[in-house]
């Protein structure tokens, strides 16, 4: 069994700006989420983390290296961590473009595997390529523990379908937040979800802080 923490990055000025930062533009993080990172960082050190893989945009680059150089390990990255691929929406910051992303997601988390961006990808590839790097990382480290630092969006989207005992209305992951996924040949459990117990008083009164799940069965893979 692979365990695998999975870590949104710390917050970053695309998260205050709130414009769409998937590519085209493409910025870092923030003091707050340095700070965030070295948290997130403190809480993995002596889990047994024996590598560290991270989406490309700078955002969780950054978040990863601040976690690895805690943890004495290598940063690997892999595309299939991603954000979500807005297409057509990427730099933008107008109320009408996340009007269009919430939309998709909406079609995505009623389970539309064929509801894309404008120009952008399918959840369907969402969850391939994510999955694929969740798998990825599991054969690498077959029996050990691993963390991956990615984004908001993918994960909402995809590990409710991955794990479907997880609660499925949850609709926001706080910068830095930690999930635990056990990965098996047989599927996965997500033992911890969206935590952000590492952030003392990072997020109070943020309603999607600190959702933490009792262990769950392991999802069927869709």
């Known amino acids: 069994m692979t365990t695998l923490y999975l870590v949104r990055h710390g917050e970053s000025e695309a998260n205050v700006?709130?414009?769409?930062?998937?590519?085209k533009v493409d910025l870092p993080l923030t003091d707050l989420g340095r700070r965030q990172a070295r948290q997130?960082?403190?809480?993995?050190?002596?889990?047994?983390?024996?590598?560290?893989?991270s989406a490309p945009l700078?955002?969780?680059?950054?978040?990863?290296?601040?976690?690895?150089?805690?943890?004495?390990?290598?940063?690997?990255?892999?595309?299939?961590l991603d954000e979500v691929r807005v297409g057509a929406l990427d730099g933008r910051d107008d109320p009408a473009s996340w009007a269009v992303h919430a939309r998709v997601v909406e079609?995505?988390?009623?389970?539309?595997?064929?509801?894309?961006?404008?120009?952008g990808e399918t959840f369907r590839q969402a969850l391939a390529r994510f999955e694929a790097a969740l798998r990825q990382i599991a054969r690498w480290h077959p029996d050990g523990a691993a963390a991956a630092v990615t984004h908001g969006a993918i994960q909402l989207t995809v590990l409710p379908r991955l794990?479907?005992?997880?609660?499925?209305?949850?609709?926001?992951?706080?910068?830095?937040?930690?999930s635990t996924l056990e990965i098996t040949p047989r599927g996965y459990a997500c033992t911890v979800w969206a935590s952000?117990?590492?952030?003392?008083?990072?997020?109070?009164?943020?309603?999607g802080a600190a959702v933490v799940k009792p262990p769950v069965q392991a999802g069927s893979r869709p």
């Open 58 to 80: 700078r955002r969780a680059r950054q978040t990863a290296r601040i976690i690895a150089r805690r943890l004495g390990v290598p940063v690997s990255v892999l595309d299939g």
């Open 163 to 178: 794990c479907p005992a997880l609660d499925q209305t949850t609709r926001t992951l706080p910068n830095a937040a930690l």
């Open 107 to 119: 079609r995505w988390y009623a389970g539309d595997l064929d509801a894309a961006f404008p120009a």
């Open 40 to 53: 997130a960082a403190a809480w993995l050190a002596g889990r047994g983390v024996a590598g560290v893989f």
């Open 196 to 207: 952000t117990a590492h952030l003392p008083g990072e997020h109070a009164g943020d309603p």
């Open 17 to 23: 700006r709130r414009v769409f930062s998937n590519g």
